[in-house]
């Protein structure tokens, strides 16, 4: 069974900085491309960062590009989102995801399980 728990969510102020962590079990995800999505109330889920197996090739959206890193410590079966300089904007329930293949998709259709979520609250 597989199971994404997700970690490291809270209050911050704007421009102040916050670490995700996923601890992922269940299978083997070497194989498989995961990423981060978030959703703000009222809003669709939406994309903000994905990463394949070999941690070799990251995709971001362009609102986060430059203040959050996405990186993964396959041995761990860990992922983990770096966000910097946060803004309230950011503000939203992140989830863990993991795609269907190697690849990393922005949509939600192609991804097969997700975490229960993490909230993040910045304030201005």
């Known amino acids: 069974q597989v199971q994404l728990v997700e970690s490291g969510g809270g209050l911050v102020q704007s421009g102040g900085s916050l670490t995700l962590s996923c601890a992922a079990s269940?299978?083997?995800?070497?194989?498989?491309?995961m990423g981060w999505f978030r959703q703000a109330p009222g809003k669709e889920r939406e994309f903000v960062a994905g990463?394949?197996?070999?941690?070799?090739?990251?995709q971001y959206v362009d609102f986060v590009k430059g203040r959050f890193t996405i990186s993964r410590d396959t041995a761990k079966n860990t992922l983990y989102l770096y966000m910097y300089r946060l803004k309230p904007e950011d503000t939203a329930v992140y989830l863990c995801?993991?795609?269907?293949?190697?690849?990393?998709?922005?949509?939600?259709?192609?991804?097969?399980?997700w975490g229960q979520g993490t909230q993040v609250t910045v304030s201005s």
């Open positions: 995801a993991t795609f269907r293949g190697p690849g990393i998709s922005q949509q939600v259709d192609e991804v097969d399980y």
């Open positions: 269940g299978r083997t995800f070497s194989s498989y491309g």
């Open positions: 990463i394949n197996p070999k941690a070799g090739y990251s």
